[in-house]
C-alpha cells in the first residue's frame, strides 16, 4: 500500500470529492461518437482536434470490491473511480482507453489471473467521456469467446467503440472509425499474445494479434477507406521494465517508417502492458507512446514479489491535431503533452497528479519520477510537455 501522510490524504479526499461531481452528467454517445462533454467545433477549432489517450484498466479483486463499495453494495459502479480524470478526458474531442480484461456476468467476477470484470466497467469509461477502447491485450481470452462478446456487447450498450477483439469475423475485418472535429480517425489494436490460450475453434479472427505486415495492410486499408489519422494501440513490452525493449523500438522504428506516397501508414502509436510508465518518443517523425502504465489496477506486485508502487502510476497522452494545408496531406500533431497520474489504492481514486499537488498533496517526487521516464528518451527536444 503506497505511503501517504495524513495531510497528503486530506488533500487527496477533498480533490477526489469535487471531482466526483463531475459524474452528475451523462453523455449522450451517438455513432459517430458527439456526446455533451466534448467541445462542438468552432470556426477556430474545426480543422484541428485533441486526442488523449489512457493506459491499462486493470480490475483486480480490490477494484471489483471498491466498486461495489461505491455502488452502496448494490451493483457496481466504476465512475468515482476515474472521477478525477473526467475533466481531461470529457474536453478532448477524442479519447481512447485500453480496456485490458474481459467481463463475467451474474456475479461471476474475478481478478488475478484469470480476470472476469463487471459489465458496470464500460458504464464507468462512458460516463468519463471515453469513446473508444483498445480490447487486444494478453488478457483477452481469459473467458473464450464468450469473454470478448460479453465485453463488447456491453461496451456497445453504453456508445463506447472498440478495437482489437471481434464477435465476427465482418466485425474483425470492419475498421473502426471515429469522428474528432472535421477528422476520421481509424483505431487499431493488436496484441503480442493471449498468455498462451488458442484462439477459439474456427475463431482465428477473435482476437488481432501483432504482425508487422497485418498492421501495415489494416493502416493501410484504412486510409484508402477514408481515414484522415490512423491510430495504433499495441498491447506489448516487458513488464516491469522502465525502458522499452529492444522488440518495441525496432517495431516502432519499422511502423513509422512506413509510407505510402508522402504521407506516414501510421499517425500515432499507443503502447500498454508494461504495467508502468514508459518513454514518449517521436521517431520518423511519428509520436509513439511506448507505454502508458496502468490506469486502474490494485496493489500491484513485481516479478521478485515485491509491491510496486510503479503499478499504479501511469499518463494520459493529449495530443493535438492540426489539418493539412491542402487536401490529402497528413493531419500533424501540433502540441504533445502528457499529463500524470496516479492511482491511490487507499481512496480508490484515480488522481491527476498535477492537479492533486496543486491543491496541496505531497506527490512531487511521484510526478518527477514519472516525468523523468516519459522523457528519458529526448521526447522534450521534439516539444513533447507536461500538461494540466
Given at each position: ?7 497528503v490524504?486530506l488533500a487527496?479526499t477533498?480533490?477526489?470529492?469535487a471531482g466526483?461531481?463531475c459524474?452528475?452528467r ?6 459517430p461518437p ?6 462542438a ?5 474545426a480543422?484541428?482536434f485533441t486526442?488523449?489517450?489512457s ?19 448494490d ?17 478532448a ?17 474475478t481478478?488475478?489471473?484469470a480476470?472476469?470484470?463487471?459489465p458496470?466497467?464500460?458504464q464507468?469509461?462512458?460516463?468519463t467521456?471515453y469513446d473508444?477502447?483498445s ?14 462478446r460479453r465485453?463488447?456487447d ?5 456508445g463506447v467503440?472498440h ?6 469475423e465482418?466485425?474483425?475485418?470492419t ?6 472535429g ?6 487499431l489494436s ?6 498462451g490460450?488458442?484462439l ?9 494479434i501483432?504482425?508487422?505486415?497485418r ?14 489519422v490512423v ?10 521494465q522502465?525502458a522499452?525493449d ?5 517495431l516502432a522504428?519499422s ?7 508522402d504521407?506516414?501508414?501510421i499517425?500515432?502509436?499507443?503502447g ?10 517521436k ?11 496502468d ?6 506486485f513485481n516479478?521478485?514479489?515485491a ?6 502510476q ?18 500533424e ?10 492511482f ?17 498533496a ?5 510526478r ?15 516539444g ?5
Open positions: 500500500m503506497i505511503a501517504r501522510s495524513r495531510q490524504a487527496l477533498a480533490l477526489l470529492a466526483a461531481a459524474q452528475a451523462g453523455h449522450d454517445k451517438p455513432d458527439a456526446r455533451s462533454g466534448h467541445p467545433p468552432s470556426a477556430d477549432t480543422r484541428g486526442l488523449v489517450a493506459g491499462d484498466v486493470l480490475p483486480h479483486s480490490s477494484i471489483i470490491d471498491r466498486a461495489r463499495f461505491d455502488a452502496g453494495g451493483g457496481y459502479d466504476f465512475r468515482p473511480m476515474l472521477s478525477g480524470v473526467e475533466p481531461v478526458v470529457s474536453r474531442d477524442l479519447a481512447l482507453c485500453h480496456m485490458e480484461t474481459v467481463y463475467g456476468a451474474n456475479g461471476d467476477y481478478g488475478y489471473p480476470f472476469k470484470s463487471p458496470e466497467v464500460a464507468g469509461l462512458a460516463a467521456g473508444s477502447c480490447t487486444a491485450s494478453n488478457h483477452s481470452l481469459d473467458d473464450g469467446a464468450e469473454g470478448i465485453t463488447l456491453a461496451l456497445d450498450r453504453q467503440r478495437a482489437g477483439t471481434a464477435r465476427t465482418d466485425e474483425a475485418r475498421v473502426t472509425v471515429l469522428r474528432a472535421a477528422a476520421k480517425v481509424a483505431h493488436y496484441t503480442y499474445d493471449t498468455n490460450y488458442p477459439p475453434a474456427g475463431q482465428p479472427w477473435a482476437v488481432d501483432i504482425d508487422e505486415n498492421i501495415l495492410s489494416d493502416a493501410r486499408a484504412a486510409r484508402t477507406a477514408g481515414a484522415d491510430v495504433v494501440s499495441v498491447h506489448w513490452g516487458t513488464e516491469w522502465d522499452p529492444d522488440r518495441q523500438l525496432a522504428r511502423l513509422t517508417a512506413a509510407r505510402t506516397g504521407r506516414p501508414d499517425d500515432l502509436i499507443l500498454t502492458h508494461a504495467h508502468i510508465p514508459q518513454a514518449y518518443e521517431v520518423n517523425g511519428t509520436w509513439v507512446i511506448y507505454g502508458m502504465g490506469q486502474i489496477a490494485g496493489e500491484m516479478h521478485e514479489g509491491q510496486d508502487p510503479r503499478g499504479n501511469s499518463t494520459i497522452g493529449r495530443f493535438t491535431f492540426a489539418a493539412p494545408e491542402k487536401p490529402g496531406g497528413r493531419w500533431v501540433k502540441k504533445a503533452e502528457f499529463i500524470p497520474q496516479l491511490d489504492i487507499d481512496a480508490g481514486r484515480v488522481v491527476n497528479l498535477n492537479r492533486a499537488i496543486a491543491e496541496g505531497e506527490l512531487t517526487g511521484v518527477d519520477r514519472i516525468r523523468d521516464v516519459v522523457l528519458s528518451r529526448g521526447a522534450a527536444q521534439d513533447l510537455t507536461m500538461g494540466e
